[in-house]
T-cell receptor, first 118, second 116 residues
């Protein structure tokens, strides 16, 4: 079990550029989540997938943000026309959901991608 | 008022002390409660998760949930310098610990410092 992997670990870009982050979940996990964390705050939910279907989006996810999870494996989060306020740590988490409460598992997080907007 | 309140600290205690961390919340629909530890520039690491009210113990860590008071606690016994980190409480409204609609709701985190 290699855990949740995120790439890159740190991204520096100029305002107005597009950026894309990748997340590889724990291999048997069918749910994948994206969160954003700013300094001194807890992570805030952005969106989640069950297999390849995007089931929920937070109001924090503006139309400049898009996430995909083709084939229900890895996921990408793209931010278009980046703004200063997008500077944050972007965290990915995964979990296994059977639909049965008896075998629930909590979310496990990767080490995040730190985005810095110049 | 945020849904989950957590004192950001810092909380500084001597090595070997018992540490008490806590969160309060307002949403009575929360059913699953988690504690994560986060080191600087790393992702949150799951420490404990519990369902509804009650206690759970794992090594030096004990988690308590009091749903009637909307209050959860994490106790760390025999604290070590390596326990110095930010501790995040998290809660889920859905009926299983994996979260779901709206994901997990986190507190701001408490910065804990264990003095050698």
């Amino acid at each position: 079990d290699t855990g949740v992997s995120q790439d890159p670990r740190h991204k520096i870009t100029k305002r107005g550029q597009n950026v894309t982050f990748r997340c590889d979940p724990i291999s048997e996990h069918n749910r994948l989540y994206w969160y954003r964390q700013t300094l001194g705050q807890g992570p805030e939910f952005l969106t989640y997938f069950q297999n390849e279907a995007q089931l929920e989006k937070s109001r924090l996810l503006s139309d400049r943000f898009s996430a995909e999870r083709p084939k229900g494996s890895f996921s990408t989060l793209e931010i278009q026309r980046t703004e200063q306020g997008d500077s944050a740590m972007y965290l990915c988490a995964s979990s296994y959901w059977t639909g049965s409460r008896s075998s629930n598992q909590p979310q496990h997080f990767g080490d995040g991608t730190r985005l810095s907007i110049l | 008022q945020k849904e989950v309140e957590q004192d950001p600290g810092p909380l500084s205690v001597p090595e070997g002390a018992i540490v008490s961390l806590n969160c309060t919340y307002s949403n009575s629909a929360f059913q699953y409660f988690m504690w994560y530890r986060q080191y600087s520039r790393k992702g949150p690491e799951l420490l404990m998760y519990t369902y509804s009210s009650g206690n759970k113990e794992d090594g030096r860590f004990t988690a308590q949930v009091d749903k009637s008071s909307k209050y959860i606690s994490l106790f760390i016994r025999d604290s070590q310098p390596s326990d110095s980190a930010t501790y995040l409480c998290a809660m889920s409204e859905e009926d299983y610990a994996g979260g779901g609609a709206d994901g997990l709701t986190f507190g701001k985190g408490t910065h804990l410092i264990i003095q050698p």
